[in-house]
């Protein structure tokens, strides 16, 4: 198993080029939430890093690897976000789970979630998922079904949209995504000078370029190899790494 030493110290790395970067940027680093992806991540080395190192957010791509590691590290009050792409039969195993669920990618997704909250008066708090790029095959809400889906939105009371996420094409470069993390912060800023039900946050930047990221605008960054380095996937359970 990896050694809790190093995962502390690769985390203490990016919490030092997050600071620079927004320092850098001219914004405050204490506000900016640094999620550590944490799929195929043992239950141990999450306890480990969160006792240790304060690490108290962490990011999940999968329900079925989510609710165990929810369950089993309910005693360390940490805040899970949900950052995979997300079914609509699975939005009742993950109702009330999640501090917040950065996914959320169509309207039809949101009105499971208000259908289920409502049931079970739970209000769920999420960031749109943006497919700037338009990429084709990657999900999220292209800009033009930003505005109509925010509009639904408002009369959904068990949903509450505290921001945009972003997952950037591959690049050869992190520089070329530059441009549409700028984007974003835009289409955000737009978006709430019209008036429109719509958090502040911007979920943008992972392991190659959340530097970057942070100097666009970035409230929230997911990093998974930057912090646990690389892992083998899918799931995992209590005392193992993924196989």
Not at 36 to 43: L, R, W
Not at 86 to 103: A, D, I, P
Not at 105 to 120: I, Q, T
Request: glycine share 10%; charged share 25%; proline share 6%.
């Amino acid at each position: 198993m990896p050694c809790a030493d190093t995962d502390l110290k690769r985390l203490q790395a990016v919490r030092e080029r997050i600071a620079v970067a927004a320092r850098r940027a001219g914004n405050s680093p204490e506000g900016i939430t640094l999620v550590a992806v944490s799929k195929g991540v043992s239950y141990e080395r999450l306890a480990a890093i969160a006792r240790e190192g304060g690490q108290l957010d962490f990011g999940e791509n999968y329900v079925q690897e989510a609710i165990p590691k929810i369950n089993a590290l309910a005693d360390l009050a940490l805040r899970w976000h949900f950052i995979g792409h997300l079914q609509r039969n699975k939005v009742r195993q993950l109702l009330g789970c999640c501090t917040l669920v950065q996914s959320l990618d169509s309207v039809r997704l949101a009105e499971e979630f208000e259908h289920r909250g409502g049931a079970e008066g739970v209000v769920t708090r999420v960031l749109l998922q943006v497919n700037l790029a338009r990429e084709a095959g990657k999900h999220g809400l292209d800009e033009t079904e930003l505005r109509p889906c925010l509009e639904a939105l408002a009369g959904m009371p068990h949903l509450e949209p505290m921001g945009l996420m972003l997952i950037p094409p591959l690049a050869a470069s992190p520089a070329e995504n530059r441009p549409l993390y700028r984007s974003l912060q835009k289409v955000s800023a737009t978006l709430r000078e019209l008036g429109y039900p719509l958090g502040h946050h911007l979920s943008m930047g992972m392991s190659d370029d959340f530097d970057l990221a942070v100097e666009e605008g970035a409230t929230i960054v997911r990093v998974g190899t930057a912090v646990f380095g690389p892992r083998r996937y899918p799931l995992v359970g209590p005392g193992k790494e993924g196989p």
